[in-house]
């Protein structure tokens, strides 16, 4: 059952906070999505701290008092324990993403074996993708815990709620803890479909037309969040299914309004 805490909107304390990092830190482990200590979960406190997991902990072992928190320089404001050694990263999304305020990393087995084969999760096979998450794309190596990792990511931060890193893992964020993991979780269940239809024997893509009807459902049926479609690229004089992704946050944006106009006029 989710805390109700942790339902999106709520006003929640600090401690709130942290007892919700380490909820996601049980599901996170329990779902086999970490291992041993790996991955970190991050929230926005306010305009200069940042609640983050420590590091060498088990995400499953966390309690309240083992997290830290850090100002937006990844330095310790408070805390026992040291922070996670990739908080550059968490600090660099929060930078450049005002709206987010959760970050999660974890290692989620198929979508990190999309990341080590070098394959983004990028074509037009779930339509929940399409009005949900996105194209999740992949992010080269960078070395974990140096200013590599943050380099590798930075042109993705902007344009995608979802990144795989290369022969890493996957980072995903939000407007609040659920959604960012509802978006790890997302992806890996993104990963396990992709999967299964290569080993099936190949993979069919959703068509310029359905993309468009998705894009206009999603308009009507008013999600909160406008992540870029997947599978979907916007060419001049309309879509193209045969195309690869490359829709942009922005790119969506104008084509749901587009959408609310002509059905607004159609009515």
């Keep these: 059952m989710i805390p109700e805490s942790m339902s999106p909107g709520v006003q929640k304390t600090e401690q709130q906070h942290r007892s919700d990092i380490c909820g996601v830190g049980r599901w996170i482990h ?23 997991s420590p590091t060498c902990m088990s995400k499953g072992m966390m309690a309240p008092e083992d997290l830290v928190v850090t100002d937006l320089e990844g330095r310790r404001v408070s805390g026992t324990r040291e922070a996670s050694s990739e908080i550059a990263m968490h600090l660099l999304i929060y930078r450049l993403r005002p709206d987010v305020n959760a970050v999660c990393h974890a290692h989620p087995p198929t979508a990190t074996g999309f990341a080590a084969a070098g394959v983004a999760l990028d074509k037009p096979i779930l339509c929940e993708l399409i009005v949900t998450l996105g194209e999740v794309p992949l992010a080269p190596y960078g070395t974990p815990g140096t200013p590599e990792l943050s380099d590798a990511i930075e042109p993705y931060v902007k344009q995608h709620d979802a990144i795989l890193m290369a022969n890493h893992g996957v980072v995903t964020y939000g407007p609040d803890l659920l959604t960012a993991f509802m978006r790890m979780e997302t992806t890996e269940h993104f990963a396990h479909v992709a999967l299964v239809t290569e080993l099936l024997g190949g993979q069919k893509l959703l068509s310029g037309a359905e993309l468009e009807k998705l894009v206009l459902a999603r308009a009507q049926y008013g999600a909160s969040s406008r992540a870029p479609a997947a599978g979907l690229h916007a060419a001049s004089g309309g879509f193209n299914g045969s195309e690869r992704i490359s829709l942009t946050r922005h790119e969506l944006d104008s084509l749901i309004d587009e959408a609310v106009q002509r059905d607004r006029a159609q009515r």
Excluded: E
């Design 30 to 52: 329990d779902r086999g999505f970490v291992a041993s200590t790996d991955g970190n979960i991050s929230v926005r406190l306010d305009a200069d701290r940042i609640l983050t």
